[in-house]
């Protein structure tokens, strides 16, 4: 899966001191999928109610052994859990789910002789109101996106029961094929967070990536094993360190946090002395656009936010972008020593990043205004950033 913030942060980033190339490509990688994957997270349900939990899934991805086993979970948390078995397409799912749930002590309710599963979902739902549950699960039939029938029952399903939260669960063992299954069922029903099953084995649960990728949805559940207890909240770090081959990700995550931060205040000491490079130019760009708009920025910062106007603003992001493709136009040399940018380096470097000679001359001018500004006022960053825009 081509992911272009990665290939960019991958060619144009300079390892801090101490990293190896092939470690901090790594390390971007990692961040980048986890952002796609999202973070640690778990649903929060809303307690005086009957939160209604809809389990989606392809036939044969362990829908009904993981609803037990989240029914489980949850009620290891102190939760009041009941499940609704509301597949009435394939023999015996009803069976396996009350015995997988009377391990857990978890009450099911389900109509042997009912093939009505939205009718089910009713009932099922119209008996645990009365009881007090917290949580109930609805276990569905497996689905195919080709089985227009079933996809069409689903959405009754779903309509009937009005879910808090739908949950579809992937089969960790099926690679990029989970891309059009997942799509083709939140077409049909929202999607809000995905369950990776069958971990246990040697699989790394790529498919996960595009269902995630599908839908939108975190990744919030991992299934690790044939046990009702093989459950576990998602982990960014784990997982991916299991897509990357590496179980030690962590590690490398602290040494590359560790030696960023050891690599700021070197930079700050040089920017602050006079010293400062493009490449240190170039990270104070990216700092402030970190936060998202420049204007979203400066409206967070005390006595600044109606200082500059809008078409000001307009203007300041344009630099501020133009800057960022002209520096990673720069040699490596080039930015740590900008002093050696004559007239045939800036005409290579207007041309690779596609702007006019006359932009990359008025980079080096702010460039040069900043080094001094710097200098004077010993860090005092956003005075200078402001005064070197143009702005202050």
Excluded at 68 to 94: E, H, I, M, N, W
Excluded at 109 to 137: R, W
Excluded at 158 to 182: F, H, M, N, R
């Amino acid at each position: 899966m081509f992911n272009a913030p990665c290939y960019n942060r991958s060619l144009n980033e300079t390892p801090p001191p101490g990293l190896s190339r092939k470690d901090h490509i790594v390390k971007i990688l990692y961040d980048e999928l986890s952002k796609l994957l999202g973070n640690e997270t778990e649903f929060s349900f809303k307690p005086g109610k009957l939160n209604k939990v809809l389990m989606l899934g392809i036939q044969g991805s362990g829908k009904t052994t993981i609803t037990a086993k989240l029914a489980k979970f949850l009620s290891k948390q102190g939760y009041k859990v009941g499940a609704v078995g509301a597949d009435t397409f394939r023999p015996g799912a009803l069976v396996q789910l009350k015995t997988m749930c009377e391990k857990a002590n978890i009450e099911v309710y389900g109509e042997e002789n009912n093939k009505d599963s939205p009718s089910v979902v009713k009932n099922g739902l119209k008996h645990f109101t009365a009881s007090g549950i917290d949580i109930v699960l609805i276990d569905t039939a497996g689905r195919h996106k080709e089985e227009k029938d079933l996809l069409d029952e689903m959405k009754q399903i779903s309509k009937a029961a009005e879910p808090d939260l739908t949950l579809l669960v992937i089969d960790g063992t099926i690679g990029q094929q989970c891309y059009s299954q997942a799509e083709a069922f939140h077409k049909t029903v929202q999607v809000g967070g995905i369950i990776v099953t069958k971990l246990d084995s040697s699989a790394k649960g790529g498919g996960a990536l595009a269902a995630s990728a599908a839908t939108g949805a975190q990744i919030m559940y991992v299934g690790t094993g044939e046990r009702i207890d093989d459950l576990e909240k998602f982990s960014p770090t784990r997982f991916v360190g299991r897509l990357l081959g590496m179980g030690d990700v962590q590690a490398l995550l602290d040494l590359a946090k560790r030696l960023e931060s050891e690599a700021d205040e070197v930079r700050l000491k040089r920017m602050s002395s006079g010293k400062m490079n493009m490449d240190d130019f170039y990270y104070q760009l990216e700092e402030v656009t970190k936060v998202g708009s420049l204007k979203g920025f400066l409206e967070t910062m005390p006595g600044l936010s109606g200082m500059v106007k809008e078409d000001q603003l307009e203007q300041m992001e344009d630099r501020v972008q133009k800057w960022r493709y002209l520096i990673q136009s720069m040699t490596k040399e080039e930015k740590a020593d900008p002093d050696l940018l004559n007239a045939s380096r800036i005409k290579r470097i207007a041309r690779g990043a596609g702007w006019p000679e006359h932009e990359v001359k008025e980079l080096l001018k702010n460039y040069k205004n900043s080094k001094s500004m710097m200098k004077a006022s010993k860090g005092r960053q956003m005075q200078g950033f402001l005064r070197r825009m143009g702005l202050g």
